[in-house]
């Protein structure tokens, strides 16, 4: 038979706090703190990814800063003039933004952009030691250009700067926040992920479409996060005391 005494604690807990345990008490902290990015030109979007919330100040002067990647804000094949919106969800906000880091690809597939005017709830960093081969992680970003999802898994390889996750990602996933379960922690943006070609013969032609690899989602750790920061000027948001950490 059930423990009495267990079931009396149990009923003194809320149902809420039951069902959402660490992972989704991880999902409540990264959700305001991930972002959309879109990328307009001629009235029209032409590219969306995603962001995560590095840094924010409050003030006179009201600033953000999105971390995404390198060759989401990579313009040099679109026509127009190109404005970058930054999509909030919690709450709901459209915001300009202007990119003021960017690194090269591949080596540094990392952008920063400053939103003026806003602020929004930043991330907290996790040690460069403190992410394992192993450890339980949540990705949030937007697939498709779509609301914000979330999906889970492990880190399945850290050497050095280098990171993979097995987390289901898609296209417009770049830029996407990895956090580290049960921390809330940021340990990692994602770049990218590697694909295989599926092939099929249908009654009159053949098919074939790219299906991501699981254990390929590759990220930049907050390793390389940080001297990325450091080498654009930037390494004073991290440690900048008055960052909103709503």
């Known amino acids: 038979m059930p423990n009495a005494r267990l079931l009396a604690l149990a009923a003194l807990v809320p149902a809420s706090v039951l069902a959402r345990g660490p992972r989704g008490e991880v999902v409540r902290l990264a959700l305001p703190r991930s972002v959309r990015v879109q990328l307009h030109a001629g009235g029209k979007t032409v590219r969306?990814?995603?962001?995560?919330?590095?840094?924010?100040?409050?003030?006179?002067?009201?600033?953000?800063?999105?971390?995404?990647?390198?060759?989401?804000?990579?313009?040099?094949?679109?026509?127009?003039?190109?404005?970058?919106?930054?999509?909030?969800?919690?709450?709901?906000?459209?915001?300009?933004?202007?990119?003021?880091?960017?690194?090269?690809?591949?080596?540094?597939?990392?952008?920063?952009?400053?939103?003026?005017?806003?602020?929004?709830?930043?991330?907290?960093?996790?040690?460069?030691?403190?992410?394992?081969?192993?450890?339980?992680?949540?990705?949030?970003?937007?697939?498709?250009?779509?609301?914000?999802?979330?999906?889970?898994?492990?880190?399945?390889?850290?050497e050095g700067e280098a990171m993979k996750t097995d987390a289901p990602i898609g296209y417009g996933t770049s830029g996407g926040g990895i956090f580290e379960v049960p921390s809330g922690k940021l340990i990692g943006v994602v770049e990218g992920y590697r694909t295989a070609r599926v092939a099929f013969q249908g009654a009159t032609e053949s098919y074939g479409f790219d299906v991501p690899m699981p254990g390929e989602t590759f990220a930049s750790p907050v390793a390389k996060i940080r001297r990325f920061m450091q080498e654009k000027g930037l390494g004073h948001l991290l440690t900048n005391e008055t960052a909103a950490k709503l």
Do not use: C, Y
Not at 65 to 70: D, G, L, S
Not at 71 to 100: M, Q, S, Y
Not at 133 to 153: E, H, I, K, M, Y
């Open 48 to 158: 969306t990814a995603s962001g995560v919330v590095v840094a924010s100040r409050g003030g006179a002067e009201e600033r953000t800063w999105i971390m995404t990647n390198a060759h989401v804000v990579d313009t040099e094949n679109i026509k127009g003039e190109v404005v970058f919106h930054i999509l909030a969800e919690a709450p709901a906000r459209d915001l300009t933004a202007h990119v003021v880091a960017r690194g090269s690809v591949p080596d540094f597939d990392l952008a920063v952009l400053e939103v003026k005017g806003a602020v929004l709830p930043a991330v907290d960093f996790a040690s460069d030691a403190e992410a394992s081969v192993g450890d339980d992680v949540v990705v949030v970003g937007a697939p498709f250009g779509r609301s914000l999802s979330v999906a889970a898994g492990i880190v399945s390889q850290l």
